[in-house]
């Protein structure tokens, strides 16, 4: 069984739209995207992976194809973005999984595995940062100056200078080696997906809460240090956001880690599908996943 399937399951409330792929009797591989996109990252990664593996992609509340009812007064944090997570696990009755983790995902992932932390037998990181270090100086900075203020004046900024067409596009290209072979259809559907009404202001709270996820770094870490969990980070090394020293930073905290880097940038998957599904292979057959 390999061919992709998508469904739609009601967990916390929320119509949550999913990618899966594979046998249902195989080990779990939850694919967890970030900003600004959707499962639909993962469209060629899912087959490489499931020959072997149950792999699963959710859309996050406010990305991609999951609808949340207006009815939930759904509040848009990371702490509510975990828990929806969950109960789509649990709803789907998966117990154990390795996770891949990329952007926000990251942080739902290790929220997660504070709630639950036997939950996670490996992890994948691709540009998915857990550390300050691992945080794009010019990047962030307008992002971290409205974490300061939370004044309608930098989210006003941000608004402006982030959830535009040109901004996701260049999310996509820049760092690429080829960015011309990047197919367009990606970051146009981010941005036709970013730009319906009430979204901006779902992804500024989001970007303003994202802050929080900062302050839980020393808990992560502990996790990452308790649990045992191997690590693989394969990291795109020209992304601006998430930059190599965030995958670096890993070996301070896991013993079990393997570092990959590879030339790309942000969205390694859009042309690095193939090296990172064979890296994750000989992973997972390592810790015998």
Known sequence: MSDTKISTITADGVNVFYRSAGSPSDPVILLLHGFPSSSHMFRNLIPLLSKQYHVIAPDLPGFGFTNVPADQKYEYTFANLT?????????????????????????????????????????????????????????????????????KEDRDKIDSAVLNFDMTKWQYTFGSPHPDSIFPESYYLDSA???????????????????TNVALYPRFHQYLETSGVPVLAV??????????????????HVKDIKIHYLDAGHFALETNEVEVSKLMADFLKKHNI
Do not use: C, M
């Not at 992932?109 to 857990?130: D, Y």
């Not at 997906?193 to 802050?211: E, T």
């Open 193 to 211: 997906l970013l730009g319906r009404p009430g979204n901006h202001g779902i992804q500024l709270d989001l970007l303003y809460d994202y802050r």
């Open 83 to 151: 828990l929806t997570i969950e109960a789509f696990l649990d709803t789907l009755k998966i117990q154990n999984f390795a996770v891949y983790i990329f952007d926000y995902g990251a942080p739902v992932a290790f929220r997660l595995a504070l709630n639950r932390p036997k939950a996670i037998t490996a992890i994948v990181a691709q540009n998915g940062n857990a550390y300050e270090e691992g945080l794009g100086k010019d990047f962030w900075a307008p992002i971290q100056a409205y974490w300061k203020s939370g004044s």
């Open 235 to 252: 990291w795109g090394k020209n992304d601006p956001a998430f930059i190599a020293p965030g995958a670096e930073a890993y070996k301070n």
